[in-house]
T-cell receptor, first 117, second 113 residues
Framework: GAVVSQHPSRVICKSGTSVKIECRSL??????MFWYRQFPKKSLMLMAT?????????EQGVEKDKFLINHASLTLSTLTVTSAHPEDSSFYIC?????????????FGPGTRLTVL | GQQLNQSPQSMFIQEGEDVSMNCTSS?????WLWYKQEPGEGPVLLIA?????ELTSNGRLTAQFGITRKDSFLNISASIPSDVGIYFC?????????????FGTGTRLKVLA
């Protein structure tokens, strides 16, 4: 099956620092990747859609200057949380789309637990 | 905005029982996907459905893409303790000139041995 990795799995940082999370599709190419945030006992909340070679599309209410997304290759998208604050602490999950948008299947990474002190 | 109603929200069942959960919407979906998520991990794909009426099985799991394209169900037969987790439905819809993927609120399953 399609495999997606995420790194790091856990990160603890001080308030005001920036954190980069990587999402890789290991055995397929993904023009489109997605970044989600998940709060305890809640469903996934889409933050942005990452498109290879173009700017990401952010959902309403998500600060693009706060959550920087780069999709420089067909197998790698990165999410950088800039000037992190305790309220940014959360579980961040990426997915990579296998197939065409609307008809394809999302495969998820294992998630990254971010804790901002 | 588009909503996906998933039910039940949670359920306790005895080991060996069959489980059924479903997702409904007022919108028409192009694909339906079912995932299972365990604590601290990302969702894992269980079944993907691409055509209205499609019925697909994966071991003890069976899912169907509703004929109206507005609903889907997932059945688990003869549940076992490792079926514990949160099950999410997700689907893609075409809206405002683009495709969007929408997730259900999840069904939390607990299996009593």
């Amino acid at each position: 099956g399609a495999v997606v990795s995420q790194h790091p799995s856990r990160v603890i940082c001080k308030s005001g620092t920036s954190v980069k999370i990587e999402c890789r599709s290991l055995d397929f190419q993904a023009t489109t990747m997605f970044w989600y945030r998940q709060f305890p006992k809640k469903s996934l909340m889409l933050m942005a859609t990452s498109n290879e070679g173009s700017k990401a599309t952010y959902e309403q209410g998500v600060e693009k200057d706060k959550f920087l997304i780069n999709h420089a290759s067909l197998t790698l998208s990165t999410l950088t949380v800039t000037s992190a604050h305790p309220e940014d602490s959360s579980f961040y999950i990426c997915s990579a789309l296998l197939g065409l948008v609307g008809a394809g299947t999302q495969y998820f990474g294992p998630g990254t637990r971010l804790t901002v002190l | 905005g588009q909503q996906l109603n998933q039910s039940p929200q949670s359920m306790f069942i005895q080991e060996g029982e069959d489980v059924s959960m479903n997702c409904t919407s007022s919108s028409i979906f192009n694909t339906w996907l079912w995932y299972k998520q365990e604590p601290g991990e990302g969702p894992v794909l269980l079944i993907a459905l691409y055509k209205a009426g499609e019925l697909t099985s994966n071991g003890r799991l069976t899912a169907q893409f509703g004929i109206t394209r507005k609903d889907s169900f997932l059945n688990i037969s003869a549940s076992i303790p490792s079926d514990v987790g949160i099950y999410f439905c997700a689907g893609s819809i075409y809206s405002s000139g683009t495709y969007k993927y929408i997730f259900g609120t999840g069904t939390r399953l607990k299996v009593l041995a």
